[in-house]
């Protein structure tokens, strides 16, 4: 295990999936991630790459190939190699390897980089074309928080604050592809309370959410973590039947549509990069 540390928190990861398993305030000792209960999820915090989300029969075409690919990509079941590590910082890196090219005809280097700075925690996703034509990919992060209960505090008294939604509208999942079906939640004062039965049809996934900051909190006290993201379209929220956790799931792609046609170029959300080029996204979380 690999860990950053400064005077307000310790992050701790692992370099199989350059993975984020541990977030610790060093006034409290509290962890503010999931515990990776097996019985519930036996995952932290993992990246989602090449793909976010299933595909139809988990198949995919391009190029006149038909490829399989599981939910949510080969990304966070891979070692990475750590290229970067001083007191602040850690750069986890995986390229393509001839494994990955029978399943993923492309060359790439994809970096995630986690930098501390003060009781915040940043996590950059930045995917290189090292390929000489374009290629596509989607890309996600999928933390999952402990949401601590006690005798006195249970999960239906925590809530997500939203910045910027008073209506928020989800897809359903079907099959793990995504419905056409939505359903809407009115917000009060942008707060949805977490009841565990929101997620036991799966997932909430939003292609229309305004908001670029969501904050867990509680009505017993004041703690809270925030959690800020910027520039992905498309965000999940989910947690496993009956577990004490949420994620909190930022996206660039989404998971196939139920009638998608499994056409790799014209899949909704897939990102095109051209070849040299380099594409990040960053997301955050501070505890307080």
């Given at each position: 295990?690999?860990?950053?540390?400064?005077?307000?928190?310790?992050?701790?990861?692992?370099?199989?999936?350059?993975?984020?398993?541990?977030?610790?305030?060093?006034?409290?000792?509290?962890?503010?991630?999931?515990?990776?209960?097996?019985?519930?999820?036996?995952?932290?915090?993992?990246?989602?790459?090449?793909?976010?989300?299933?595909?139809?029969?988990?198949?995919?075409?391009?190029?006149?190939?038909?490829?399989?690919?599981?939910?949510?990509?080969?990304?966070?079941?891979?070692?990475?190699?750590?290229?970067?590590?001083?007191?602040?910082?850690?750069?986890?890196?995986?390229?393509?390897?001839?494994?990955?090219?029978?399943?993923?005809?492309?060359?790439?280097?994809?970096?995630?980089?986690?930098?501390?700075?003060?009781?915040?925690?940043?996590?950059?996703?930045?995917?290189?074309?090292?390929?000489?034509?374009?290629?596509?990919?989607?890309?996600?992060?999928?933390?999952?928080?402990?949401?601590?209960?006690?005798?006195?505090?249970?999960?239906?008294?925590?809530?997500?604050?939203?910045?910027?939604?008073?209506?928020?509208?989800?897809?359903?999942?079907?099959?793990?592809?995504?419905?056409?079906?939505?359903?809407?939640?009115?917000?009060?004062?942008?707060?949805?309370?977490?009841?565990?039965?929101?997620?036991?049809?799966?997932?909430?996934?939003?292609?229309?959410?305004?908001?670029?900051?969501?904050?867990?909190?509680?009505t017993k006290n004041s703690?809270?973590?925030?959690?800020?993201?910027?520039?992905?379209?498309?965000?999940?929220?989910?947690?496993?039947?009956?577990a004490d956790f949420v994620?909190?799931?930022?996206?660039?792609?989404?998971?196939?549509?139920?009638?998608?046609?499994?056409?790799?170029?014209?899949?909704?959300?897939?990102?095109?990069?051209?070849?040299?080029?380099?594409?990040?996204?960053?997301?955050?979380?501070?505890?307080?």
């Amino acid at each position: 295990m690999i860990k950053l540390e400064n005077e307000f928190i310790r992050a701790v990861f692992s370099p199989k999936g350059a993975e984020l398993q541990q977030l610790i305030s060093l006034e409290t000792n509290e962890n503010y991630l999931w515990n990776g209960d097996a019985k519930f999820w036996g995952k932290f915090s993992p990246v989602l790459f090449p793909i976010v989300g299933g595909l139809k029969d988990n198949t995919y075409h391009y190029d006149n190939q038909e490829y399989k690919l599981s939910r949510h990509g080969f990304a966070r079941d891979k070692e990475f190699n750590l290229e970067l590590e001083n007191k602040d910082e850690l750069l986890f890196v995986l390229s393509d390897s001839p494994e990955t090219l029978s399943i993923y005809p492309f060359k790439f280097k994809l970096g995630i980089r986690y930098q501390l700075k003060d009781s915040s925690l940043i996590c950059t996703y930045e995917i290189s074309n090292t390929d000489s034509k374009e290629i596509f990919f989607s890309i996600g992060g999928h933390p999952a928080f402990a949401i601590k209960t006690t005798t006195e505090l249970t999960y239906s008294d925590y809530y997500l604050q939203f910045n910027n939604d008073e209506v928020i509208t989800y897809h359903e999942i079907e099959n793990d592809l995504i419905s056409d079906h939505t359903n809407s939640l009115d917000l009060t004062e942008g707060k949805l309370h977490l009841d565990h039965e929101l997620f036991y049809n799966d997932a909430l996934v939003f292609k229309t959410l305004k908001s670029d900051a969501i904050s867990i909190r509680n009505t017993k006290n004041s703690n809270k973590l925030e959690f800020k993201f910027t520039d992905f379209p498309y965000f999940g929220i989910w947690a496993a039947k009956d577990a004490d956790f949420v994620c909190l799931e930022p996206w660039c792609g989404i998971a196939d549509v139920v009638g998608q046609d499994q056409n790799l170029e014209r899949k909704e959300g897939i990102v095109k990069l051209a070849s040299n080029a380099r594409f990040t996204r960053s997301w955050n979380v501070t505890i307080s």
